[in-house]
Antibody, heavy 120, light 113 residues
Framework: QLQLQESGPGLAKPSETLSLTCSVS??????????WGWIRQPPGKGLEWIGS???????SYNPSLKSRVTISLDTSKNQFSLRLSSVTAADTAMYYC????????????WGQGTLVTVSS | DIVMTQSPDSLAVSLGERATINCKSS????????????LSWYQQKTGQPPKLLIN???TRESGVPDRFSGSGSGTDFTLTISSLQAEDVAVYYC?????????FGQGTKLEIK
């Protein structure tokens, strides 16, 4: 059974860089069948796609965040990571990692999420 | 970006009754070359991540009860729960994956009347 688990600091200071890792277990990670994404949800609000990474290492980012986002892949550890720079209070959210199907943007398995608060 | 608009924002339905949630996209999500609608529905229960219920507008994921059904094409879509159960209380989101960035509706909160 595929499992995804987010990890990283729950608190970030304004202007700093938020770094999260998603560990994938119980399923195929190094395959072109899937892609891997990050989605966030501010408290009490809706869902926003941050970006995705493909087996090849190619990435796709939300234009609204593109200048601040980097997603990377470590196939040796079955992990992928998110870095979001220059954070503000508006970046406070639950951050989810998810597995995407062959079709970009269609996410069929999600991690439980990790809450990141941006505050000084 | 394609804007997804759901209606209503909240809905209260009696147990055993039908629940209907609508989703409208700002442009068509029907890909003409394969005649598929790039539209999915997610269910999010309190304190949980979203769960994929339906993709391609009308294809239920494995294990999703058949009381959940999706319909529509182009820009107008509907999620129907034919006989509401207590465990269906959740927020429901539609999402388009026709173009980047994939975008979600604002969510519809479904409660028991």
């Amino acid at each position: 059974q595929l499992q995804l688990q987010e990890s990283g600091p729950g608190l970030a200071k304004p202007s700093e860089t938020l770094s999260l890792t998603c560990s994938v277990s119980g399923g195929s990670f190094s395959t072109s069948t899937y892609h891997w994404g990050w989605i966030r949800q501010p408290p009490g609000k809706g869902l926003e796609w941050i970006g995705s990474i493909y087996y090849s290492g190619s990435t796709s980012y939300n234009p609204s965040l593109k200048s601040r986002v980097t997603i990377s892949l470590d196939t040796s550890k079955n992990q992928f990571s998110l870095r979001l720079s220059s954070v503000t209070a508006a970046d406070t959210a639950m951050y989810y990692c998810a597995r995407g199907q062959a079709t970009p943007g269609l996410f069929d398995r999600w991690g439980q999420g990790t809450l990141v608060t941006v505050s000084s | 970006d394609i804007v997804m608009t759901q209606s209503p924002d909240s809905l209260a339905v009696s147990l055993g009754e039908r629940a209907t949630i609508n989703c409208k996209s700002s442009q068509s999500v029907l890909y003409s070359s394969n005649n598929k609608n790039y539209l999915s529905w997610y269910q999010q229960k309190t304190g949980q991540p979203p769960k994929l219920l339906i993709n391609w507008a009308s294809t239920r994921e494995s294990g999703v009860p058949d009381r959940f059904s999706g319909s529509g094409s182009g820009t107008d879509f509907t999620l129907t729960i034919s006989s509401l159960q207590a465990e269906d209380v959740a927020v429901y989101y539609c999402q388009q994956y026709y173009s980047t960035p994939p975008t979600f509706g604002q969510g519809t909160k479904l409660e028991i009347k």
